[in-house]
T-cell receptor, first 113, second 116 residues
């Protein structure tokens, strides 16, 4: 069965600094991978997704993630943090495009002024 | 094109009452998924429905919970005889027919259920 592990339930970075949110997955077959962002009291918004093809995926708001099969990782990065990036971020995996999504427990990103 | 709509956004129930949560998928979407988010946890899959069919209910509690997606109207998640442990945010997501390319699930804003 597939699963997702997000390292660090809380991450703090200074405004303008690099954002790195870690995600490792477990899957017996090539997965689809996602990053979602959730702002307070709101639903989830898709940041980016990996299905097939290029392993470096660019998403909205300047975020990107790289699928590394050898490391079973899909870490999320952004070169320069902005105050508006403060939110909770969820890594997720699914095996088929009509299958349920398995979510990690989330990482809350804090931006320090 | 309106997004996924959920109502109510906030729902307060007393123990023992019924909670009924509604989800209207995006136009053209015939797949609906329900997820539950408990405090300080990620989202947990509950059920996957297509029109008039339950495809996967492996995440649904065996008792008190039921879901439907009728031919007409929204999908309904029903919780009977609610208990305090049911307090959570319930999110609905929808995706289009498999005949279309995109495979993304689009999430609604959620219904926050509080059981007193």
């Amino acid at each position: 069965a597939q699963s997702v592990t997000q390292l660090g339930s809380h991450v703090s970075v200074s405004e303008g600094a690099l954002v790195l949110l870690r995600c490792n997955y477990s899957s017996s077959v090539p997965p689809y991978l996602f990053w979602y962002v959730q702002y307070p009291n709101q639903g989830l918004q898709l940041l980016l997704k990996y299905t097939t093809g290029a392993t470096l995926v660019k998403g909205i708001n300047g975020f990107e993630a790289e699928f590394k099969k050898s490391e079973t990782s899909f870490h999320l990065t952004k070169p320069s943090a902005h105050m508006s990036d403060a939110a909770e971020y969820f890594c997720a995996v699914t095996l088929n495009r009509d299958d349920k999504i398995i979510f990690g427990k989330g990482t809350r990103l804090h931006i320090l002024p | 094109n309106a997004g996924v709509m959920q109502n109510p956004r906030h729902l307060v129930r007393r123990r023992g009452q019924e909670a009924r949560l509604r989800c209207s998928p995006m136009k053209g979407h015939s797949h609906v998924y329900w997820y539950r988010q408990l405090p300080e946890e990620g989202l947990k899959f509950m059920v996957y429905l297509q029109k008039e069919n339950i495809i996967d209910e492996s995440g649904m509690p065996k008792e008190r919970f039921s879901a439907e997606f009728p031919k007409e109207g929204p999908s309904i998640l029903r919780i009977q005889q609610v208990v305090r442990g049911d307090s959570a945010a319930y999110f609905c997501a929808s995706s289009p027919d498999l005949t279309q390319y995109t495979d993304t699930q689009y999430f609604g804003p959620g219904t926050r259920l509080t059981v007193l």
